[in-house]
């Protein structure tokens, strides 16, 4: 009796336990969705071309780069921290990556990313600094000097798994900004969703990026460059995947991303992406394309995007992924057991039941 009595008090635990964890996921999203929304009605307030600190819109991370900026919904590495922090909780080993942008003239951008997995929760770091060499003139025209334009930010993150294939996640940016001998200083904030569906064929995450309030420089003050981002990415086959992606900012008008990687053999992954304006095919603002490299832990990609009339940009990451990877969620070891089922070794045949690994199958 007292063992019956018994069973029945672990069943109801655990059903209270099981409401509990979905009442926690069901308020997350109400509360993340309704500030989404009300940020989204935000954004038609802003002017086209009025928003200050467009450093914050320029990618260097050169993966995200060359698939057209089509990161929010495809979080497989530290560089969607640019795109939406809750990303973060679909990495399960530490990472860090150093990423160097040649933009236009004599402008570069250097940037770095870090990823520290622990359990249920994921840190996460980025830094991005801007320089600009400039010249400053009299009222006649005539030279009388160079000068540098700097602009840095720092960003830690945070990610939450409220469960294997849902997390939430924040991040906090300090901007710093020297324009010659004026400075002007702020803070803003990311925040976003992202879901793993089963089999982890498809991905899609939400985020509203750059909530914060005016940059000012004196008596001049601009609105930061905030947006809604919402993406998602689709594994069309084992060795492809397709990714989309809405922005909508608050100084223009919706934009539309697509991008698209395939991996040629086990080292080289080549990517495409294009950046749409407006709905129109004919009006974009250019192809971007590239490839990645992957030895053991040690990786390497590289962008070419083309920006038009303005030049040729050339985007290099090198990361390393190290220490001991977290244990996989149950969907995606289905995933890579369906993958090797797929696709037998030598001497094995489809019918061959794959091996019995239980250690790294354990949800979390």
């Known amino acids: 009796m007292r063992m019956v009595k018994k069973s029945w008090e672990m069943k109801v635990g655990s059903r209270k336990s099981e409401v509990g964890r979905w009442k926690s996921l069901l308020t997350a999203v109400l509360l993340t969705t309704y500030y989404l929304l009300l940020t989204t009605s935000r954004l038609s307030a802003g002017t086209s071309g009025t928003s200050g600190a467009q450093f914050l819109n320029v990618p260097v991370f050169a993966r995200s780069s060359a698939l057209g900026e089509t990161y929010t919904g495809y979080a497989d590495d530290a560089g969607v ?13 530490n990472e860090i990556w150093l990423s160097y942008l040649s933009y236009f003239e004599d402008t570069s951008l250097q940037s770095f990313h870090v990823a520290l997995p622990y359990r249920d929760f994921v840190i996460g770091l980025a830094g991005k600094y801007h320089n600009t060499k400039d010249m400053e003139t009299d009222i006649y025209g005539a030279e009388k000097g160079n000068f540098n334009d700097t602009d840095i930010m720092i960003m830690p993150a ?23 001998d004026k400075k002007s200083s702020g803070v803003a904030a990311d925040i ?17 990026v750059n909530i ?13 460059p ?3 981002r919402i993406g998602g990415s689709w594994e069309m086959a084992t060795k492809m995947m397709l990714l989309l992606e809405i922005v909508q900012p608050n100084d223009g008008s919706m934009k539309q991303r697509l991008g698209c990687e395939y991996q040629i053999s086990e080292p080289l992954w080549l990517r495409i992406g294009w950046k749409i304006n407006n709905r129109k095919f004919s009006d974009y603002t250019g192809l971007t394309c590239g490839f990645g490299l992957r030895y053991n832990k040690f990786c390497i990609d590289y962008a070419f995007v ?23 969620p149950k969907s995606k070891m289905q995933s890579l057991e369906g993958e090797e089922q797929s696709s037998p070794k030598d001497g ?17």
């Open 212 to 224: 914060g309030q005016d940059v000012k420089f004196d008596a001049e003050s601009d609105p930061l």
């Open 81 to 93: 921290l640019d795109f939406n922090p809750a990303g973060l909780g679909n990495i399960f080993v």
């Open 158 to 180: 945070f990610a939450y798994k409220i469960k294997p294939d849902f997390s939430v996640g924040c991040s906090v940016k300090s901007i710093s900004q020297q324009l010659k």
């Open 192 to 208: 976003g969703l992202f879901y793993r569906f089963f089999l982890q064929k498809v991905s899609v995450g939400a985020a509203v």
């Open 348 to 364: 094995e045949t489809p019918s061959d039941p794959p091996a019995d690994d239980t250690e790294n199958s354990d949800e979390y």
């Open 226 to 228: 905030l947006a809604l």
């Open 306 to 328: 083309p920006h038009s009339d303005l030049g040729i940009t050339h985007y290099v990451t090198t990361g390393i992924k190290f220490g001991k990877p977290l244990p996989l």
